[in-house]
Each structure stands twice: as C-alpha cells, then as structure tokens.
C-alpha cells in the first residue's frame, strides 16, 4: 500500500473511533438538550444514516402517521416485526412516552441491528418504553403473552402472514394491524392482504414518500375483530 494510502486509512480510522460512527445516531457529544429534542435530533440523524447506508425504514412521512396512530389508540402494548436501526420505533415510543403509558415490544432478526436499535433508543432517551428482542418474528410473536392492542408489520413481505397467525390470539378485539410496504410490496404479501381485507374492516393508506428507494408507497390499515366478533 502506498504511502498516502496508509495515511488516509488511518486518518479515516482515527476519525471513526473518535466520533463513533457506526451507523448508530449520535448527537451532538456533551450537549445539553431537552429531552424531546434528543429524540427529534436522534430520528433526524438516524434518518440520513438509513439513507446512506440504505437501511430500508418508513422515513418521517410514514413515522409520522404511525405517530398519529399510536397518539389515538392509546396502546398499552404494541409490537412491531423488523426492527432495522430503530427508525419507526423511535416515532412509536415517542409517543408512548408522551401519553405516559404503554411499551413497544420490537423484533429484529438480525442481532447486529437490534444491538445498533438498542443504542439508538438508548440515546433518545427511550429504551425505557421499548424492549428489543432479536431472532425471527415469526417465532418470537409466539411467545409473547401479553394482549396485544397494535401490530405493525415490517419486517419481508412473505412474513407479515406468518406473524399475524402468530399473534392472533393475542391481538384484542379493536386491535390495530399496520402493514407497511402494501403498495410496493402487495404481490410478496398476497396471503396477508386477502385474510385482511376479506375478514376484517381494511384499508390501503397511500403516501407520497422521499426516499432514495421509493417515492410512493402505501400502508394497510386493519381493525382486527376476533372471531366471536365478525
Ligand atoms: C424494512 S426493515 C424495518 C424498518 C423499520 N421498521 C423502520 O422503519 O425503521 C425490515 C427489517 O426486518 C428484518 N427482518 C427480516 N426478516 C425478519 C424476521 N423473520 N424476523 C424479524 N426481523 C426480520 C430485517 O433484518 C430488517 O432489518
């Protein structure tokens, strides 16, 4: 290698290990800021490394909504399949923490990720509401023995079918059931899409997004009924 090489590979390094780039969001070292604005400041920079490194995730419009939809319900419990870096999960425990009440339990396959999520809640301030559990979803909705009041589905399309059957008999009657992805990704989640809208109250919610992997998209919407209910 040459000389100026070994020279910009350290400088590189140097400046990695001092501002501990990686791909976790890191605010500003030492500052002093306001608790929502360590979570607002966390979702900004955790947006621009999701673009950077191409970490698929709902981006604010779609975070948003999400926002709007916990604000309303009120869940006591929530569960979101496919973690990635902690994006959307930072938009639902946001709003967990300003209604004082509920937990987000997250499920990330990939361990690196879920560690990398865990950091990310950690330095917004809201590892508190969130539990991060790594392995696959469909497994792990399984074991979860709460009632559930809100399921948000993001983690492959072939999957969303396999974790809702997971978790159904724990969803509550009401339960909220969001499946992002249900514009780019409905022909991968046919299973899903079709029990939903045939034996539920369903519905495709579009956005206009910007991102760099897609600039529409949509989410679908469903109020579960258990069976006695129908
Ligand atoms: C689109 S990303 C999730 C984005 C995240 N919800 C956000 O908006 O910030 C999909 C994630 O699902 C994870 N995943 C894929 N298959 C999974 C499985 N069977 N169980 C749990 N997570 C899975 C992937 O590793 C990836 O991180």
């Known amino acids: 290698m040459k000389k100026r090489a070994w020279l910009s590979w350290i400088l590189t390094g140097l400046a990695l290990a001092f501002c501990g780039c990686d791909g976790s969001a890191e605010p500003g070292a030492?500052?002093?800021?306001?608790?929502?604005?360590?979570?607002?400041?966390?979702?900004?920079?955790?947006?621009?490394?999701?673009?950077?490194?191409?970490?698929?995730?709902?981006?604010?419009?779609?975070?948003?909504?999400?926002?709007?939809?916990?604000?309303?319900?009120?869940?006591?419990?929530?569960?979101?399949?496919?973690?990635?870096?902690?994006?959307?999960?930072?938009?639902?425990?946001?709003?967990?923490?300003?209604?004082?009440?509920?937990?987000?339990?997250?499920?990330?396959?990939?361990?690196?990720?879920?560690?990398?999520?865990?950091?990310?809640?950690?330095?917004?301030?809201?590892?508190?509401?969130?539990?991060?559990?790594t392995g696959d979803a469909r497994e792990l909705v399984r074991e979860i023995e709460e009632q559930v009041d809100l399921l948000f589905l993001d983690c492959n399309y072939a999957n969303y079918y396999p974790c809702y059957r997971g978790l159904e008999s724990r969803l509550k009657d009401g339960a909220l059931l969001v499946a992002d992805n249900a514009g780019i990704g409905a022909a991968g989640m046919k299973d899903y899409l079709e029990e939903v809208r045939s034996s539920h109250e369903s519905e495709t919610e579009w956005f206009d997004i910007d991102l760099p992997w897609g600039k529409r998209d949509a989410m679908e919407l469903t109020i579960f009924r258990s069976k006695g209910e129908r």
């Open 30 to 133: 030492g500052s002093q800021v306001e608790p929502e604005d360590r979570v607002a400041e966390t979702i900004k920079e955790l947006d621009r490394i999701c673009r950077e490194q191409t970490v698929y995730m709902v981006g604010p419009e779609k975070g948003a909504r999400l926002a709007e939809l916990v604000r309303s319900r009120a869940p006591s419990v929530v569960v979101e399949c496919g973690t990635a870096l902690g994006y959307s999960g930072l938009w639902i425990a946001r709003e967990l923490e300003r209604l004082g009440k509920g937990k987000l339990i997250s499920i990330e396959l990939d361990a690196d990720r879920a560690r990398r999520a865990r950091e990310n809640f950690e330095r917004a301030g809201l590892s508190g509401w969130v539990e991060v559990r």
